[in-house]
DNA sequence: CTCTAACTAGAACATCGCCTCTAGATCAAG
DNA sequence: CTTGATCTAGAGGCGATGTTCTAGTTAGAG
């Protein structure tokens, strides 16, 4: 075997995301390996662009909130009200998580779909498969009548994440502390949104 | 006096405009040079930096959406209407001027506070003062008992504008069109965002 | 007509940041 | 110890892009 690594994936990934707290998706790659203490020729002996960098950190951020949103899901019986925590957990996440947050503002998944590195072009289209499996359970029962729509799953999204996603992320981009009085608006919001679907 | 200009500063940022539309904040003074027909050395005589031109074009943009509202104010006598007219009309706008809307989503103002060219300094600070006013009176007819709450604008801003805005700008960024059942989602959700200002 | 302010023109310059390249260091296996 | 795969190291190539520079053009004023 060869000489082991000094540095894991996830210490650069870790500067890479502190950087991006401060610099946004402008981040050199100079930078980042002036935080983690890696030289720019080791990052990219491990990752093999800037890009690809920057969309493992993004993959990694979206997937640690994914992960968080499962447990709500576990937790609630009820499919509506399930659908309103979905999003209050997103405020309170980021609220707690500022740089995971940020490093969530990236990029957006469809522009990635087609400018994503080979690598990594699976990962990023099958990022949303499990969420938008969870929404197509709870929009089936939460929406009985409107099982049928083809476009039922998108709709529950952008009414849940979506208006979420929409009101903390300016917060987030300003690394401004996402206010608390916004979990209220959010979970008032969402219900109304989905009562759009009804009818 | 010397030789009249070929080119007006408008048809520059309506260049600009075309080539942000499709490139977004990356959009190089090359490109704008190549869709206006002036070169490089012509738009640099009108404008400082690219810096300066972008913003302009920003907030070009945005007075144009904010001279809507206004009309939509004029046009509704209950305030609760009001505001959720004034976030619907922020949707229809954006899908009827999709490359304006695009504009509008270069910067973010608070940034630019700090970092706008000079002489645009000023022109950013008071940008908003408009609405925000508008939104005092109609915050103040709608919610009487919370007038002495001294972010009760920042509030409502946040719930009408806000609220509105972040769930149609994935649609303007990807300059994909804003689906027209997002009104009546914007709409509801609007309304029920407002009522956490009641209590 | 001549003068001159204002503008056009585009080549040239300077900077910045992604990425490559060659050399050297390290450590497990044999 | 020797070997060699893997990693560290950081200087430098290279392209892209913002900006400047100098020459030339235009059209109204006197």
């Known amino acids: 075997m060869g000489r082991p690594a000094k540095f894991t994936d996830d210490q650069l990934l870790d500067a890479a995301r ?11 790659v100079a930078q980042v390996s002036a935080a983690s203490g890696a030289t720019t020729g080791s990052v990219y002996h491990r990752f093999r662009s800037r890009e690809e960098l920057l969309v493992r950190l993004w993959l990694r951020s979206i997937e640690r909130l994914h992960e968080r949103l499962f447990e709500v899901e576990a937790e609630h019986d009820d499919p509506g009200e ?29 522009r990635l779909v087609h400018t994503a590195p080979q690598v990594l072009h699976d990962r990023v289209v099958h990022l949303n498969d499990g969420v938008f499996a969870m929404l197509g359970r709870l929009a089936a029962q939460r929406f009985p ?25 300016p917060y987030i981009v300003a690394a401004t502390p996402i206010p608390v009085w916004l979990d209220d608006v959010i979970a008032r919001a969402v219900a109304a949104a989905l009562t759009t679907i009804d009818q």
Chains 1, 2 share one sequence.
Do not use: K, N, Q, W
């Open 18 to 28: 502190e950087v991006v707290a401060v610099h946004g998706v402008t981040a050199t």
């Open 82 to 110: 399930a659908l309103v925590a979905l999003a209050v957990e997103t405020a309170r996440y980021s609220r707690e998580h500022p740089a995971e947050a940020r490093a969530m503002t990236l990029y957006r998944h469809e």
């Open 145 to 169: 009548t409107a099982a049928d729509d083809p476009h039922l799953v998108r709709r529950v999204f952008t009414c849940v994440i979506g208006l979420c996603y929409g009101l903390i992320r």
